[in-house]
């Protein structure tokens, strides 16, 4: 079932608060999903330019719109969001906690389009920034504009207390977590402290009031146009929550893999591990025994056995020569003087040492 989640458990009596554990592993849930769906859009734009390259410019727009509906079904329909449902949490209202409302009642609807908008739009506005701060610090290491203009100087204040900004709102979320360890706050995030609710887990009475509701969703007919319309768009919506929670508890090990695979810290590694190994030497035809015969030191050019002079290679052996001996034999011979293939005089290569 959809709303359910992957694992649901039933909590123990008085064990509703749900551990720093559960609390934050929801929360990297679907931070984990974004960087990787971003790659295989990326993937995919690369491959055909012309017909997924919107997919990869509006990929942060596209994204937050699915997200929007993804967390206003789950919202609506379990009183958490989708990674908060996979770990069997819900949202209840701040209040005497005297009795909590199943999961199947939904949030008041202060509390309701609060944690929507906090869930979807306040990630979405801080991935913006920090691209906008990358980009700025780009344009201020080649920009034209004078140091001494307006435009300049704001950038330039706004690069400087960027970084403070920054740390003052992660600090904000780790003294959070802190005070939710030591049993001094009822919120793990800032997020759920604004929206004015609180994490529960899911008890026996929600579970069977979601499956209850699940099934007589299913089951109900409807017969006018307008009804079965929406009862369409919520199935097809319904299909995508239940494919999402179902899949994810397979696939969120791969796209967590994919994530460190193609992070940046990872680049150097992915590259040793992928570099083609370097080519054999060509074979020698040995036309001219006494010419293919190589000198021991490699500063030595092979025709006039002498230290090479204007050092230069030819682009079809890989060998190399002195400009004037390699053209005499080149032109006379139109071929490698060592291995015998076939070469023109656009074949020849100067090489620039660094000494030089």
């Not at 409302?101 to 389009?113: D, E, I, V």
């Not at 796209?255 to 992915?270: G, M, P, R, V």
């Amino acid at each position: 079932m959809a709303e359910v989640g992957a694992h649901l458990t039933a909590a123990p009596a008085g064990g509703d608060r749900p551990s720093v554990f559960e609390a934050v592993a929801q929360d990297s849930l679907m931070a984990a999903v974004k960087p990787a769906l971003q790659h295989l859009v990326k993937v995919l734009a690369e491959s055909n330019p012309a017909r997924y390259g919107f997919l990869w410019h509006w990929f942060d727009e596209i994204y937050v719109l699915l997200d929007l509906l993804l967390q206003q079904h789950y919202l609506a329909r379990c009183s958490a969001s989708f990674s908060e449902n996979f770990y069997s949490l819900k949202r209840i209202p701040m209040g005497d906690g005297r009795q909590q409302p199943l999961a199947t009642a939904g949030l008041p609807k202060r509390q309701h389009w609060k944690s929507l908008l906090l869930l979807v739009l306040v990630p979405y506005l801080k991935g913006k920034l920090e691209k906008l701060v990358s980009s700025l610090r780009e344009e201020d290491e080649y920009s034209i504009h004078p140091p001494s203009s307006s435009w300049k100087c704001f950038y330039s204040a706004f690069l400087a207390a960027y970084p403070y900004v920054n740390m003052t709102w992660e600090g904000w979320f780790l003294i959070q977590q802190l005070c939710y360890i030591l049993g001094k706050a009822e919120h793990h995030s800032p997020m759920l402290k604004l929206a004015g609710v609180r994490l529960v887990r899911l008890t026996t009475e929600d579970i069977q009031a979601l499956e209850k509701k699940w099934a007589e969703t299913t089951s109900s007919q409807t017969h006018s146009l307008t009804s079965r319309v929406q009862s369409a768009l919520r199935k097809a919506l319904g299909g995508i929550a239940f494919s999402l929670s179902t899949g994810l508890s397979v696939s969120v090990f791969f796209l967590q893999f994919l994530d460190w695979w193609y992070s940046s810290e990872n680049q150097e590694t992915i590259k040793s591990l992928t570099a083609l190994p370097t080519p054999p030497p060509p074979v020698h035809l040995e036309h001219e025994p006494s010419s293919a015969l190589l000198p021991s030191l490699k500063t030595v050019c092979p025709l006039c056995r002498k230290v090479r002079v204007n050092a230069t290679a030819l682009a079809t052996s890989g060998f190399v020569f002195c400009y004037r001996c390699a053209y005499s034999h080149v032109k006379a011979h139109q071929r490698c003087p060592v291995t015998g293939y076939a070469t023109e005089l656009q074949h020849l290569v100067k090489l620039y040492s660094p000494e030089s």
